[in-house]
């Protein structure tokens, strides 16, 4: 058979709520043209995020009850280390609220004013816990990732040649640690194949500089790995993902994704002193060290979750399914990045907005846009969140790549919510010419995108 079909049915529902245009129209302009600031009972499909959006299975659920709630050394931790360890492998494993978290944990731990992290690229959050740190976070993504149209399969991949001149040039006194995302969500959900990291963790070595993983998805990964990569069709995504973090010093992890969580994070690592310093800094900020901010039960639903994640016909419906969207909106005539990502599919807000100029944000236009006539809820990942004005000059410079990602909730939408997805852009798409630009009314210093309000040019 060549139909892939979701490797679970449906037991419990939650109603999503039909608006009209002209309610959309009034709701978007009181949200300031900033979709992050919409009721999401006011969005029929939502595609902001897969982070923390999935639907946990009956037997998470069941997990959730049997959670330890006790403050210091719950049950719950100790499955939810086990089940941590089990892939990973490393010895330390400290729970943190959630992603972000972690990165912040790891960074005051590790991180120096004036020093340089390097990686393939870096998350928002990432990057802004790096620079929170006095520090430089420094992207250096391959070639082949500016290209929406290439078919190269590891897009997520770092450039060894320039990783390689940036730690001969700034050395171990400058560069903490080398931080790798997987996949990579920044650069269109693109993997990083195994060959690219064993090279990366190689270079560091060389030069004595430890190297992390931001595995927010390294199921995924994993998937792709296993499809795209020589050598790999015959192992599993449980052996891939532990080849993984053996290239490794250490991990975070935002567990809202490829841990089915609807919270959680985690930092595991290998070295004593490090895991001290960080569950030092856990205590002052987020909680005693086998809790880390979460509840027991949370523990519980995420230590299932990972058990559940690297199941193969969940991970072949889960990349498929995403590959559908894409290949529909590609049929329609839709510009969007290829190859399609893992969890999201992203539109070339510059191509479909090509009437907008880079000052009126035409992947932020289209997310509004999208709104207005469909009621879908996407997240622009161009030119407001890391759009910036020269200090100095006030000359604004742009992304290379202004996109609207299409994120897709782990196991929350039908073929048909696609389809109606699938339909509707390529309706916006057809009068692409009407979706006027925006200009910001006002700008936060520090993650614009998630409060920012805009209004009409
Ligand atoms: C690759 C990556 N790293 C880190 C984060 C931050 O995680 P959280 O939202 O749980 O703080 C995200 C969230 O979207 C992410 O995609």
Redesign the pocket.
Known sequence: MKTIIEPFRIKVVEPIRFTERAERERLIAAAGYNPFRLHADDVLIDLL?D??TAAMSARQWAGVMEGDESYAGARSFFRFESSVRRIFGYKHVIPTH????A?RLLCNALVRPGQIVPGNTH?D??RANIEASGAVALDLPVAEASDLDSDFPFKGNVDLAALEETLARHGREKIPFVLM?VTN?SRGGQPVSHENLRAARQLAERFSIPLFI?C??FAENAWFVKQREPGYAEKSPFEIARELFSLADGA?M?M??DAFGNIG?VIALEDDAWAEKVRTNLILTEGFPTYGGLAGRDLEALAIGLEEILDEDYLRYRIASTAYVGRHLTEAGVPVLKPYGGHAIYVDGRRFCAHLRDEQFPGWSLSVAMYTELGVRACEIGNVMFGHPDPDTGVWSWPDLDLVRLAIPRRVYTQSHMDYLVEGMAELYARRETIRGLRFRERPAVLPHFTATFEPV
């Not at 959630?98 to 978290?101: D, E, S």
């Open positions: 995020t982070s923390g959630q992603g972000r978290a990165e998350f959050t990432t995302t969500n931001d927010a998805r975070v935002s809202k994704k994070g």
